[in-house]
């Protein structure tokens, strides 16, 4: 996965005014008040890596796209406290959301996982009322075992995501970032999730290098068509201690500017955007891991340029 958080926890509280469809507002208007979700590392690993800390996709770092908080030695219960200090403090929030986010949470014994939900779910209702989970994984882990343990725990109350790395539908994209599995892996993950009480959410990637100028929007409409609800979008960009710093450096990797990812973000949700909800328009990362582009840094101006690109088709 690859999708990087603060303090444990996911902001999922822009503003009301929606000229589109905010998970965070689908959220508040859903349960009646401020949703966060809660970043959960069980070290789980995945096939692309060697251990936790070596190989993997070219973006990806020792940290597995998440806090890194197993690396770290937390516990589970140190990273709910962690990040419902945020959530609560800062966010002012109602209910929560438990996100198994770092490596790929399917990856593994089964037992790891039902195990560590089960203990996530009290440990986090001690603050708050748990409302919903997210599961991040790969495409070629999306098994039996893992499709009927996400629907058991679906309910109209509580709400349950299964988040796939997808990041491309190009297979040269695909094999450029090193991903160890092809596109047939993401249309059979979501075949077999067809007609499943839980929800699904891709994770996609822009500015890979040699793709199509349209290829975000191609993406989107691909599994939009195949059943996907929900959409992370995010740029490609470099973290230290990664292949991809060495494609950077090298100066064999051009991360996209600002203004064309807004642009490339914003014709997605102009002529998709009523068949998904956006679950993250733009990077959160910051400091000395980042390497490059530094404007992901200022969030809100990300944002800002891709809404002012929305307003102005719909004037």
Same mark, same amino acid.
């Given at each position: ?40 590392? &069980? ?8 251990g %936790? ?5 070219i ?18 219960e #140190?990273?709910? +406290?962690?990040g419902?200090?945020s ?9 929560? &959301?438990?996100?198994?986010?770092? =490596? ?5 014994p089964?037992? @790891? ?11 986090? /209702? ?22 009927? =343990?996400?629907s ?20 040269? /994209? %695909? ?6 599995? #092809? ?5 059979? +993950? ?9 929800s ?34 995010h ?5 230290? #201690?990664?292949?991809l710093?060495?494609? =950077? ?7 996209l ?24 328009i +733009?990077?959160?990362v @910051?400091?000395?891991?980042? &390497?490059?582009?530094k404007? &992901?840094? #200022? ?5 800002a ?11």
């Amino acid at each position: 996965m690859y999708n990087l958080t603060y303090n444990g926890v996911v902001d999922l509280t822009s503003g009301d005014d929606c000229i589109y469809r905010k998970w965070s507002k689908e959220l508040r208007d859903h349960f009646g008040g401020r949703v966060q979700k809660i970043c959960i590392d &069980i070290g789980s690993g995945c096939p692309n890596r060697d251990g %936790l800390s070596a190989g993997g996709c070219i973006f990806c770092d020792a940290s597995g796209g998440g806090t890194g908080a197993w690396l770290r030695g937390e516990s589970l219960e #140190d990273q709910i +406290a962690r990040g419902m200090k945020s959530a609560l403090g800062h966010y002012k929030a109602r209910f929560c &959301i438990l996100y198994f986010q770092s =490596y790929s949470a399917t990856y593994g014994p089964p037992d @790891r996982l039902v195990q560590a939900v089960e203990r996530a779910t009290v440990e986090a /209702g001690r603050f708050v009322p748990v409302v919903g989970l997210s599961v991040g994984t790969r495409p070629d882990l999306v098994s039996p075992w893992a499709v009927d =343990y996400l629907s058991s725990l679906s309910r109209p109350d509580f709400q349950v995501w299964l988040e796939l790395g997808v990041q491309t539908t190009d297979e040269l /994209g %695909l094999a450029w970032l090193r991903r160890g599995h #092809d596109l047939s892996s993401v249309e059979e +993950a979501l075949a077999d999730c067809e007609g499943r009480p839980f929800s699904v959410c891709s994770h996609l990637i822009a500015g890979i290098p040699g793709e199509a100028e349209d290829q975000l929007l191609r993406s989107a409409r691909w599994l939009l068509d195949r059943g996907v609800t929900g959409i992370k979008f995010h740029p490609l960009y470099v973290l230290k #201690d990664t292949e991809l710093e060495k494609e =950077y450096l090298s100066g064999r990797f051009k991360p996209l500017s600002m203004e064309d990812y807004a642009e490339k973000v914003a014709k997605v949700i102009d002529e998709e955007g009523h068949r998904f909800v956006v679950q993250r328009i +733009a990077a959160d990362v @910051r400091g000395e891991r980042l &390497i490059a582009p530094k404007w &992901i840094e #200022d969030k809100n101006r990300v944002i800002a340029e891709i809404e002012s690109r929305l307003m102005n088709t719909t004037v």
